[in-house]
């Protein structure tokens, strides 16, 4: 993907005008002026979304779960967000059944 | 109070889209495909469950019943670990819906039977009529055993779905009722939260359990019929 280029900034630059284009940078370094811009230009083709699901997942897996001495976190921060994904879904329905007088 | 007791056994969906697939390959995450020789804990736990549930379910079959070793696995897995995510509150469990279950007995069971007819047709039909009946009772008893051949899918999918909706009804009752019981009275609301302990722990049994004697009946079945 065109994000993984990173070209070195000497510090001197910084002061410019941005010398790279903003389709290139990664999230942190793009100034807030040109947010839209930035998020327009991302790859929203099915392949696009697709690769960064991938991405997503491979940074997880190999951060917590891929490693020598993984422990019970990297499984169990998995189901937290499954349940909160489910709470979340299902929040009108819990509504009706919070402690009130008059519903 | 009536409808919100099933309403958590209703397929979700989200404006409309069905995100009930989303929670039916969902367990799918928990399973890493291992890439190494030796792998992380996680893939080598599981590895190690795979290979002890698998030496104890195909002991009993010959070559040919071995071939559906990853089939009966991949369903051992897979109903295990729909039932157990289950458990965690506020999810969807898709095994209490009948017709998944329906979905995934019914091919089974008729895959077993078609092989017994195809490779030993002979054999299969003779399972109709066990040994040493007396000679009047026989166009009854091929009747009886007619029928109870056609019911094993039904009694496998029912049986399926009937426990585990039948747990988490019970938990959902035996949940509300304590909660509407600390404002009468303490004592029997710690009464009522023991049993909810103890429902909990059989309901963790039986999601196991469950997932077993579904796969163990469907090998029964195959071994019946190689």
């Given amino acids: ?103 | 109070m009536n409808e919100n007791l099933f309403a958590s056994f209703a397929a979700p969906s989200m404006m409309g889209l069905p995100i009930v697939v989303l929670i039916v390959m969902f367990p799918s995450v928990l399973f890493p495909t291992p890439s190494r020789l030796i792998n992380n804990r996680l893939i080598s736990i599981q590895q190690w469950l795979i290979q002890l549930t698998s030496k104890q379910m195909l002991a009993i079959h010959n070559q040919k019943g071995r071939t559906w070793a990853l089939m009966l696995m991949s369903l051992i897995l897979f109903i295990g670990s729909t039932n157990l995510l289950g458990l965690l509150p506020h999810s969807f469990t898709p095994t209490t819906q009948l017709s998944m279950n329906l979905g995934m007995a019914i091919p089974l069971w008729a895959g077993t039977v078609i092989t017994g007819f195809r490779y030993k047709t002979k054999v299969s039909l003779a399972h109709f009529l066990p040994q040493g009946t007396p000679l009047p009772l026989i166009p009854m008893l091929v009747v009886i055993e007619t029928i109870s051949l056609l019911i094993q899918p039904m009694a496998l999918a029912v049986r399926l779905t009937a426990n585990i909706t039948a747990g988490h009804l019970l938990i959902h009752l035996i949940g509300g009722a304590t909660l509407a019981l600390i404002n009468i009275s303490v004592t029997t609301a710690f009464i009522t939260f023991i049993i909810l302990i103890l429902l909990t722990i059989l309901e963790f049994a039986v999601a196991l359990i469950q997932a077993y004697v579904f796969t163990l009946l469907v090998s029964l079945y195959l071994h019946d019929n190689t």
């Fill in chain 1, 1 to 103: 993907m065109a994000s993984y280029i990173i070209k070195n900034i000497p510090f001197e630059d910084s002061k410019m005008a941005s010398s790279i284009p903003v389709k290139e940078k990664k999230l942190m370094e793009v100034k807030v002026g040109e947010l839209p811009g930035w998020i327009l230009m991302r790859d929203f083709t099915p392949k696009g979304i697709a690769g960064a699901f991938q991405r997503g997942y491979y940074r997880y897996y190999n951060k917590y779960i891929n490693v020598k001495e993984g422990g019970v976190a990297g499984i169990s921060m998995v189901l937290v967000a499954y349940v909160l994904f489910n709470y979340c879904h299902s929040y009108k329905e819990l509504t009706h059944e919070r402690l009130h007088k008059y519903h």
